[in-house]
């Protein structure tokens, strides 16, 4: 399969400047598009324009978000793609990964034949980058509080796959670490774990002895009411995706410090979250062309 990959990058962060060495150290030709710097590498072409070479590819690599309402976000100096004037002008048959499918991606990716592939859905891509984003997260509260994690009072909203590592992590640490759940069997997990377990129903009798609380769930727990029960001394880190957990409006009046970290591992560790990128794309293509180049298995499109 090597030998048949050709990829093209439009714009992103520090994870898929990573990616693209990453990739051209394996033999990769590359085509890239949309940074101020990058470094210059055997099998890299980087384009000043959006050019027909720039898109003779047959992987299309966009943001992890892509951007939003149809248009690719591009760092600064450089203007944002429209998908509308992107699509026609790539191959027939070109695969195209990226992240955080919204309205306007699936509506516009809908009128062409491409093979998309949303690697948030992947579920290979959310295990493996659920280490870095926690990692992050506990070196994010090490910067703002003035104690040791070791005994603290921590909290972590949602148990899915990033409150399944953070946790552990925190145990690790020495961390009293309870965490919130919905489902009987989070509940029966999180107490098998060694943390404690908070149904919803009883989340507000624990907000007030908490020194920190990781939220991961992409819903607002943390309302007005709710963060009026919480100490001016905690430190509130939320995780999610948007809208996130927390509403910082009244966080901020109630002087309570809450901070969003979206897109935390290519912040904190964007050579190990550009393997994450890696990997995945690698597994999605070998599912792709064992299925003949069809995508039936594609997220959209």
Same mark, same amino acid.
């Given at each position: ?18 990616? *693209? ?61 429209? +998908?509308? #004037? ?22 516009? =990716?809908?009128?062409? /034949?491409? #093979? ?17 984003? =926690?990692? &992050? =997260? ?6 703002? @509080? ?7 009072? *921590? ?5 899915? !796959? ?11 640490? &020495? ?8 489902? /009987? ?30 939220? @991961? ?5 943390? %309302? !007005?009411?709710? +963060? ?10 939320? +995780?999610?995706?948007?809208? &996130?957990?927390?509403?910082?409006? =009244?966080?901020? %009046? ?28 690698? %597994?999605? +293509?070998? !599912? ?14």
């Amino acid at each position: 399969m090597k030998q048949e990959l050709k990829f093209t990058f439009l714009g992103g962060d520090n994870r898929q400047k990573q990616a *693209v060495s990453i990739l051209a150290q394996d033999g990769f030709p590359i085509n890239v598009f949309g940074w101020n710097s990058i470094p210059h590498e055997k099998n890299v072409c980087i384009s000043e324009t959006l050019d027909p070479e720039l898109l003779d590819c047959n992987v299309l690599m966009l943001p992890v978000p892509y951007g939003k309402s149809g248009k690719i976000h591009l760092p600064d100096p450089y203007p944002d793609v429209t +998908l509308t #004037s992107l699509l026609p002008n790539l191959k027939p048959g070109t695969v195209i990964i990226f992240g955080k499918e919204d309205k306007e991606f699936s509506e516009i =990716a809908d009128s062409y /034949s491409y #093979s998309c592939y949303d690697i948030l859905k992947e579920e290979s891509f959310s295990v493996r980058n659920a280490i870095p984003t =926690a990692e &992050g =997260a506990i070196q994010r509260a090490m910067e703002q @509080t003035d104690i040791t994690l070791h005994h603290a009072n *921590v909290l972590i909203l949602g148990y899915g !796959r990033i409150g399944k590592v953070l946790s552990r992590m925190l145990l690790g640490i &020495g961390s009293h670490v309870a965490v919130e759940a919905r489902s /009987s069997g989070d509940i029966a997990w999180i107490g098998e774990s060694g943390c404690q377990a908070v149904p919803l129903d009883k989340l507000d009798g624990v907000l007030g002895t908490q020194d920190i609380i990781f939220n @991961t769930v992409p819903a607002v727990l943390l %309302d !007005r009411f709710r +963060l009026g029960k919480i100490s001016p001394e905690c430190r509130i880190l939320d +995780l999610a995706s948007q809208p &996130g957990g927390v509403d910082l409006e =009244a966080a901020e %009046d109630l002087g309570i410090h809450a901070t969003q970290y979206p897109g935390l591992p290519g912040l904190v560790a964007p050579k190990s979250a550009a393997r994450v990128i890696c990997q995945s794309t690698m %597994d999605i +293509l070998e !599912r792709h062309f064992q299925d003949d180049g069809t995508g039936g298995e594609s997220n959209c499109c």
